[in-house]
């Protein structure tokens, strides 16, 4: 079964800069391109960057992704206390026919 | 700017079938080139796809759910339904409409989300 491993969680003081991994295989980052999405509690996702290192209209430029092999990251920078949400990695999936999201890592801000 | 509604009992009982539709308002379900998804999440737990319908009607489904969802559009109503046989426990959730910008089997982008509607299997 396919699996793209998220680290639970993660943190950072304001004005810090954090990193958020995704690792993957063959059959999605490896092959495919990685969205990563925002998530506060109660509340839908948000689509935080797309192909790989793309940010919708919107999205601070704080927020960059990038990927290499079948590892993908996503670095904020200028942490800052609203940040503080679970973040998932997508991608496609061979295996799944569809997308695959990561477990989620929960961004405290200290 | 489309938006998407989720409704749906709350309440379901086990070996049901689940069943939500998905009002969708600034868009047609058969216009442009998007895939209309559902995605759930279990209570402090991650998100996993369920399946999706392109704008053709044409569906494809989580492997792990294809024998008990199927996914249908109503265009009279722009209306995207999710049904989900044969429930337990294990299907306890919030449950998610959502868009995948694209045309293409392997696009994923979800650029835009429901609400999402809580749906609790217990007798």
């Known amino acids: 079964q396919s699996v793209l491993t998220q680290p639970p969680s993660a943190s950072g003081t304001p004005g810090q800069r954090v990193t958020i991994s995704c690792s993957g295989s063959?059959?999605?980052?490896?092959?495919?391109?990685v969205n990563w999405y925002l998530q506060f509690p109660g509340t839908a996702p948000k689509l935080l960057i797309y192909s790989n290192n793309q940010r919708p209209s919107g999205v601070p430029d704080r927020f960059s992704g990038s990927k290499s092999g079948t590892s993908a990251s996503l670095a904020i920078s200028g942490l800052q206390s609203e940040d503080e949400a679970d973040y998932y990695c997508a991608a496609f999936d061979g295996n799944l026919n569809g997308p695959l999201f990561g477990g989620g890592t929960k961004l405290t801000v200290l | 700017q489309v938006q998407l509604q989720e409704s749906g009992p709350g309440l379901v009982k086990p070996s049901q079938t689940l069943s939500l539709t998905c009002t969708v308002s600034g868009g047609s379900i058969r216009g442009g080139s998007y895939y209309w998804s559902w995605v759930r999440q279990p209570a402090g737990k991650g998100l996993e796809w369920i399946g999706r319908?392109?704008?053709?009607?044409?569906?494809n489904y989580n492997p792990a759910l294809r024998s008990r969802v199927s996914i249908s559009g109503d265009t009279s109503k722009n209306q995207v339904s999710l049904n989900l046989t044969s429930v337990t426990a294990a299907d306890t959730a919030v449950y998610f409409c959502?868009?995948?910008?694209?045309?293409?089997?392997?696009?994923?982008?979800?650029?835009?989300w429901g609400q999402g509607t809580l749906v609790t299997v217990s007798s």
């Open positions: 959502a868009r995948i910008v694209g045309s293409d089997w392997k696009d994923v982008t979800f650029d835009s």
């Open positions: 063959s059959s999605n980052i490896g092959s495919n391109t």
């Open positions: 319908m392109y704008t053709s009607g044409a569906a």
